[in-house]
C-alpha cells in the first residue's frame, strides 16, 4: 500500500522550532513539504526537483531545512524561527509509480504566544 504519513506537529511559540516527519510505504517517492494556511490555497514550502536539487520557498529560506534518510523512504523539514505565519497544515508529498502525485494526511504546526 502506497502511504505518506507525517508527524511531528504542534503547537509552539513564535521563535521555535518543530521537526516534521514523514515515513513512506510502499512504491513511492517522496518529493517534499505543502503547507496550507487557515482560508488560504496549499503552498509549497520544500522538496526536491524533478533533477534532485532542494528548493525552498522565500519565505522559509535561512530557517527551514529539507533532509532525507540515504533510501529517501523517510523525510524531515527542521522549522527554526517559527513565526505566526507559519501556522499551517503541512502535507508531505510523493510521486508513486505512475508519477501521480501522492499526500499524506497532513499534521497541524500552530504557532502563537
Known amino acids: 500500500q502506497v502511504q505518506l504519513v507525517e508527524s511531528g506537529g504542534g503547537l509552539v511559540q513564535p521563535g521555535g522550532s518543530l521537526r516534521l516527519s514523514c515515513a513512506a510505504s510502499g512504491s513511492i517517492l517522496v518529493m517534499g513539504w505543502y503547507r496550507q494556511p487557515p482560508g488560504k490555497e496549499r503552498e509549497f514550502v520544500a522538496g526536491?526537483?524533478?533533477?534532485?536539487?532542494?528548493v525552498y520557498a522565500d519565505s522559509v529560506k535561512g530557517r527551514f531545512t529539507f533532509s532525507t534518510d540515504n533510501a529517501r523512504n523517510t523525510v524531515y523539514l527542521q522549522m527554526n524561527s517559527l513565526k505566526p505565519e507559519d501556522t499551517a497544515v503541512y502535507y508531505c508529498?510523493?510521486?508513486?509509480?505512475?508519477?501521480?502525485?501522492?499526500w499524506g494526511q497532513g499534521t497541524q504546526v500552530t504557532v502563537s504566544s
Open positions: 508529498n510523493g510521486l508513486n509509480a505512475g508519477a501521480y502525485n501522492v
Open positions: 526536491f526537483t524533478r533533477g534532485g536539487s532542494t
